[in-house]
Structures are given as structure tokens and as C-alpha cells.
């Protein structure tokens, strides 16, 4: 059963508070009710997540069309796949947060095309060689990132690649504050640890 999901514009639509720190027990109801084609459970979970998941989106691909594509994408995915959803595994925020996280991965992945005249001004972008260490790096940190625990991994991308504060990532995740801290710390000191290996 395919949704039209609505339009790029209503990522800018400002959410209550109520929208913005969900209860775990009520995003859980949502995606159970949405394995059942509930459209209205559907509307109340999109509009309690587009925001955080489009900064996510935002902040690792850099741009706001590619954004709003990923955005699009998890959300037809989570209507989708809605079914497979199982609440004894844990909280739904985590789940769905997994389903961005592979959306904005698949479009990291989509080749852009080049515009078919380039200007013959010389460009401000980063050369070669440049490009190369940046990417070798960021090869490196994302390498890392991978062996990481998955609860330390979230809440590391989710203060750095969506820009959330701690108070934020502990809302989206609907965790204590005091365990973002911790996972954030040992997540942060445990990259550092791996990223020394790489080193030698």
C-alpha cells in the first residue's frame, strides 16, 4: 500500500512540545497501529520525528534537497515496514532512528550528476589532494564509528552529524540525560582509543 507523504514544506512546520518528547509507550502504539494501515497514527509519528530526522539528514549530507529525499524515504519505509516493528526488542525511536540512518547512508551513496557546462571561473572547492585527506579521514572516523556499541554510536551522531544537544539526543532517544552523558563519554573516549590503532 503505497502513502503520499506530504510535501517537503511541511518539514518547517513547527511542533508542540508534546510532538517534539514523545513517550516511548505512545511512538510504540503508533508504529503498532501503523502496521495495521492507520494513516493517523502514521500523520502524529511523522510529525513527531521530521524535524530531528531531517537535521540528521541535513548534517550528513549537506544538502537540503538530498535531505528531504532521505527524509521522504524513511518515512515510506517505516509505513512499510511498520509490521516488523517488535516492542519486546526495545523503544520505537531507536528502531526508527536505525531506518534514517540507512536511508541517509543510500543517498550518501547516489552519484550526483555534474552539470553539463561548468564555468570557466577557477573553482573555491577543495582540490585534489585535499579532497583526498578529508576523505581518507572521514573514512577513518566512520570506519571507527562502525565498531563502536550501537547505543554509543546514535547518541555520538546524533550531537555531531544532526547538531542535537544532549538535552535533544535524550528527548529523541526518550533516555535519561544522565545516560547520554555516559554513552557520549565512553562512545567518545572509545572512538579515540580506535582512531590511535589506525595510527600505528
Same mark, same amino acid.
Given at each position: 500500500m503505497e502513502l503520499a507523504l506530504s510535501p517537503p514544506a511541511s518539514l518547517r512546520r513547527p511542533a508542540s512540545a508534546a510532538e517534539e518528547h514523545p513517550a516511548a509507550?505512545?511512538?510504540?502504539?503508533?508504529?503498532?497501529?501503523?502496521?495495521?494501515?492507520? /494513516?493517523?497514527?502514521? =500523520?502524529?509519528?511523522?510529525h513527531r520525528f521530521v524535524r530531528p530526522v531531517f537535521g540528521l539528514a541535513l548534517r550528513r549530507l549537506g544538502d537540503r534537497g538530498r535531505a528531504e529525499d532521505a527524509v521522504q524515504e524513511t518515512f515510506a519505509a517505516i509505513w512499510r515496514s511498520a509490521g516488523s516493528?517488535?516492542? =519486546?526488542?526495545?523503544?520505537?525511536?531507536?528502531?526508527?532512528?536505525?531506518?534514517a540512518r540507512n536511508a541517509i547512508t543510500d543517498r550518501l551513496r547516489t552519484r550526483i550528476d555534474t552539470p553539463g557546462e561548468l564555468p570557466d571561473r577557477p573553482s573555491g572547492e577543495p582540490g585534489p589532494? =585535499? /579532497?583526498?585527506?578529508?576523505?581518507?579521514?572521514?573514512? /577513518?572516523?566512520?570506519?571507527?564509528l562502525d565498531e563502536l556499541p550501537g547505543s554509543e554510536r546514535e547518541v555520538i551522531e546524533l550531537a555531531y552529524w544532526s547538531g542535537f544537544s544532549q538535552s @535533544?539526543?535524550?528527548?529523541?532517544?526518550?533516555?535519561?540525560?544522565?545516560?547520554?552523558?555516559?554513552?557520549?563519554?565512553?562512545?567518545?573516549?572509545?572512538?579515540?582509543?580506535?582512531? @590511535? @590503532? =589506525?595510527?600505528r
Open positions: 509507550d505512545g511512538d510504540r502504539e503508533l508504529l503498532l497501529r501503523i502496521a495495521d494501515g492507520d /494513516r493517523a497514527a502514521f =500523520e502524529t509519528l511523522y516493528y517488535k516492542p =519486546e526488542r526495545g523503544p520505537a525511536s531507536p528502531w526508527l532512528y536505525a531506518i589532494p =585535499e /579532497r583526498a585527506e578529508s576523505g581518507y579521514v572521514s573514512w /577513518r572516523v566512520h570506519r571507527a @535533544e539526543v535524550a528527548a529523541f532517544l526518550d533516555i535519561p540525560l544522565g545516560t547520554v552523558k555516559t554513552r557520549t563519554r565512553s562512545g567518545l573516549a572509545r572512538l579515540a582509543g580506535l582512531l @590511535e @590503532e =589506525e595510527l
